[in-house]
């Protein structure tokens, strides 16, 4: 479903923005529109089918998300609830790998050759806020013009992944954090 999102996303985005540049040096406008179109399905194509790949890989934890098993054992996790290819757009270069909700805690693993990276650990009960983040120009090239999830801790950390729905990370997040009521 996560393929089909992005393609469509890719497709309309690059297939809209190549149509205008397109008609903008063109005088057929309506050729131009159909040129546009062919190209952002080509190019979302060819993105999705990289896409689909990069999560095989995850999923199957081959070639580069290949240490992420060991990783996660140092932290001695008992239950995963939710888990996907992530990028941490916290600095300014984004460093790829995998974000996984635990039962006492958010941690990222990054992949196998990111360079200089370190897993973090994020406990819930240290988390104040969990929010999107919304575009941000300056981190162009950290995941800036996409929603990231933003995760604001007591001892005043800010850490922002880029992740797929984040919305749906949120929604988990707190409903771990909530205290459990026995009556």
Known sequence: MLILKFFVRFGVFYGFALAVALAF????VAGAFFAGLGGGILFATIM???MAFGWFL????????GNIESQLEKFHVTHIYLEGVAGDTTYGRKKYGGLFLTNDSIIFVPHRFAFKCQPI???????????????NLA????????ARLKIETRDAHKYEFGVWEPDRWIEEINKLKEPIIVS
């Open 25 to 28: 040096f063109s005088h057929d």
């Open 48 to 50: 999705s089918a990289y």
């Open 58 to 65: 995850f999923r199957k934890r081959l070639l580069f998300y």
């Open 121 to 135: 650990n994020i406990p819930l009960e240290t988390i104040t806020s969990v929010d999107t983040a919304g575009i």
């Open 139 to 146: 981190k162009l090239f950290s995941g800036g013009l996409g």
